[in-house]
């Protein structure tokens, strides 16, 4: 019975939906973190009669044809790159970005990884490191007896140095962004890696071509929304619930069919 | 002759099919753009073979799928690339195989910075070409007639078409539809392009959970009907062969 396998089709799409929703719930106060949405997609459909085919000797033709779907499956786990709001915290070092781009992470692999993550800090040798200490790119150190960092809206890093009247440049933050955002593929630490379907990065300095601008003493809130990731919740629920139903149905019939009396 | 037997397993068997459409409208039911469907049966009226009644039988089948098209719910998502249609149309896209029109309107964009769909394939616009966007200049704006502006540069508008006749639109799956080869997509004019909104599918929970609790009850009934036949059959030859 067919009816049974597109139920179950069902319950799989909404159990991957609850574990998408239970993601962003648990990254509600990820900084930088963008929320995902499972998006869905109805499976083949199998034409038990063609529209258009002859119905009688006469000429007739069945106008509309039966055509049965077989289902729904998960077309893409979407990952919605709307900013997050920018929340105040006073650290020198944390950056946020207003608008698009990414900062660049130097992994210790040595591949780049993109993240809006800027709750940045400074390694024992001066470095500006990201949360788990790796480089961010370009590499900028503070140099020793620093009392201030200041960072523009467009990435010039300059730092007070005690006993110096003008402070010193020390780097230019450069940003990245992607023709597809959606398409970079996540690997955790909120940290996001270029892929075929993001397209190459398009480097460039922070509030021109595009690019948002550097806020700083700033990070970027998830922009995970409570009510509506639990109202989806209770929708995915009540989704998987009238599935399961539709398997109750179709095996009442099956036994139904089973128990006639010959 | 088993006539009701044969009317009887008719029944069952639309209702079976009746279930999978059900089955299929409930798991799409949260399916962006998806549009509910159902079966609809005809009488097949026969006149039995050397029947000394002349009255004719009713077998059921099953002549057609109705789609209903109706408007599905709105949900503002804000995101900048869902697109919803509000009114009459679908959007066109262009896949490996031909023509496809959607009312699903999560686009992205790909590597080339195309207009598509989550599968990747184009969305066309009125013109008939996909939508390039400037990966340089702001996110696009989409007004309610299609047209699609980055900053104050036009890029494009995107096309929405409907069809005359929509029975005679075919699903694909992954939330496409094909139209017959003869038919003219029309530019639609009062359908209206909503920006950062998805269609929901228009499936009614309550109904369709109605017509499951309908569509069980109506198979048992059938099946109680077969077995009386059957008893009476049974009985009859019992009791007729007793003398006396």
Excluded: C
């Excluded at chain 1, 398409?183 to 890696?193: P, T, Y």
């Excluded at chain 2, 549009?35 to 029947?51: H, I, Q």
């Amino acid at each position: 019975m067919r009816a049974l396998r597109t139920a179950a089709t069902g319950m799989a799409a909404q159990q991957l939906n609850v574990e998408v929703i239970s993601n962003n719930i648990a990254n509600m106060n990820t900084v930088g973190f963008k929320k995902q949405r499972a998006e869905f997609q109805d499976l083949l459909y199998q034409s038990v009669e063609r529209a258009g085919a002859q119905s009688s000797v006469g000429g007739t033709i069945v106008p509309t044809g039966v055509q049965v779907g077989s289902g729904v499956k998960a077309g893409s786990v979407y990952r919605i790159t709307e900013q997050g709001s920018l929340t105040q915290t006073g650290n020198k070092l944390d950056i946020a970005i207003d608008g698009r781009g990414f900062f660049q992470v130097l992994l210790p692999s040595g591949e780049t990884a993109y993240t809006r993550a800027g709750n940045f800090s400074v390694s024992p040798t001066g470095q500006i490191v990201t949360a788990e200490g790796y480089t961010v790119q370009p590499a900028m150190t503070v140099p020793q007896g620093a009392t201030d960092v200041s960072i523009s809206a467009d990435g010039q890093v300059q730092a007070t140095i005690a006993g110096q009247v003008a402070p010193q440049a020390i780097g230019q933050i450069q940003i990245a962004s992607f023709f597809n955002e959606a398409g970079l593929e996540a690997i955790g630490d909120n940290l996001l890696m270029e892929s075929a379907a993001s397209g190459p990065a398009n480097l460039g300095p922070p509030a021109a071509n595009g690019f948002g601008k550097l806020k700083q003493g700033y990070t970027e809130s998830s922009n995970v929304d409570a009510v509506s990731e639990v109202t989806a919740l209770i929708v995915a629920q009540r989704a998987y619930e009238m599935n399961s139903k539709v398997i109750t149905a179709a095996d009442q019939m099956l036994s139904t069919a089973s128990q006639l009396k010959s | 002759m088993n006539i009701p037997l044969y009317v009887g397993l008719s029944t069952q068997q639309t209702l079976q099919r009746a279930l999978e459409i059900t089955a299929n409208n409930i798991a799409n039911a949260d399916t962006a753009g998806f549009k509910v469907e159902e079966l609809l049966v005809r009488t097949e009226p026969t006149v039995p073979p050397a029947s000394p009644d002349p009255r004719p039988i009713a077998y059921v089948l099953d002549s057609g799928v109705g789609r209903d098209f109706r408007q599905g719910a709105l949900e503002q998502t804000g995101a900048a690339f869902d697109v919803a249609i509000e009114g009459d149309g679908f959007f066109q896209v262009e896949t490996d195989a031909g023509l496809r029109y959607t009312r699903d309107g999560r686009f992205t964009v790909d590597n080339k910075n195309q207009l598509t769909t989550k599968a990747g394939d184009p969305v066309l616009g009125s013109n008939g070409r996909p939508i390039v966007l400037d990966p340089t200049r702001s996110s696009p704006a989409i007004a309610p007639d299609g047209s699609v502006s980055q900053g104050a540069a036009s890029i494009g508008r995107i096309g929405v078409y409907r069809f005359p006749d929509l029975a005679a639109l075919q699903k694909t799956g992954d939330n496409l539809l094909q139209a017959p080869d003869d038919a003219q997509p029309i530019a639609a004019g009062d359908g209206v392009v909503r920006q950062g909104m998805v269609e929901h599918s228009n499936v009614q929970p309550v109904l369709e959970i109605t017509n499951l609790i309908e569509i069980t009850r109506a198979y048992e009934r059938v099946a109680r009907m077969m077995e009386q036949t059957n008893d009476l059959a049974s009985r009859a030859v019992n009791t007729l062969g007793q003398v006396g």
